[in-house]
């Protein structure tokens, strides 16, 4: 059962009975309660999701408080595998995605999320301080949906994120 489905089995269980614990829905659905509790916790929560996928998290710190401030939900990831397991767990709205890190680069993690049907529809921006004309073409190519080189302008990177939201739905 794909994620999809286990948030519309779990919602429906819900909405016949309110009370029924994660432990009893686990139970039901025959599938972890941690996993009840996490899809409901995700259903709960209706922001928009923004993950920021960067192994220098730090420095963006203040872009980080910057989209909580504009009410947006902000998961952060610090490598490549980590940002595919959250993607896959967490399923953001949209992927601000740095380019240059070790082991899985950002075109690395584009590839294999833009391959699996789970999270080819997620919009991902390249946050990078590439700024080659080849780099951009091959972030476009790649799947993403923007590409954005630091140092950015705040203003516009909200801007350019409400855009792809707006014109994805989310």
């Known amino acids: ?28 659905l025959q599938i972890n309660v941690e996993k009840v509790k996490q899809t409901i916790d995700t259903i709960s929560d209706t922001r928009e999701k923004i993950m920021i996928v960067d192994d220098e ?3 963006l710190l203040p872009l980080k408080r910057a989209l909580e ?11 490549g595998m980590e940002a595919i397991e959250k993607t896959r767990s967490d ?11 070790p082991g899985m680069d950002g075109f690395e993690v584009c590839n294999v999320l833009k391959a699996d049907s789970l ?5 991902i921006i390249m946050l990078t301080a590439k700024g080659e004309i080849d780099d951009k073409i ?8 923007d ?3 630091k140092p ?18 989310v």
């Open 57 to 59: 998290l730090d420095s």
């Open 119 to 123: 999270t080819q529809h997620i919009p």
């Open 147 to 149: 590409y954005v080189t």
């Open 138 to 145: 091959e972030g476009i190519e790649t799947g993403a949906d």
């Open 69 to 79: 401030a504009e009410n947006y939900q902000v998961i952060e990831a610090s490598s």
């Open 1 to 28: 059962m794909n994620f999809d489905d286990i948030e519309k089995e779990i919602i429906k269980i819900i909405e016949k009975d309110p009370e029924m614990p994660p432990e009893r829905i686990a139970v039901l």
């Open 91 to 101: 399923h953001p709205d949209i992927i601000l995605l740095d380019l240059m890190m």
């Open 152 to 169: 950015f302008d705040l203003g516009e990177l909200k801007a350019r994120i409400k855009m792809i939201l707006r014109r994805t739905g």
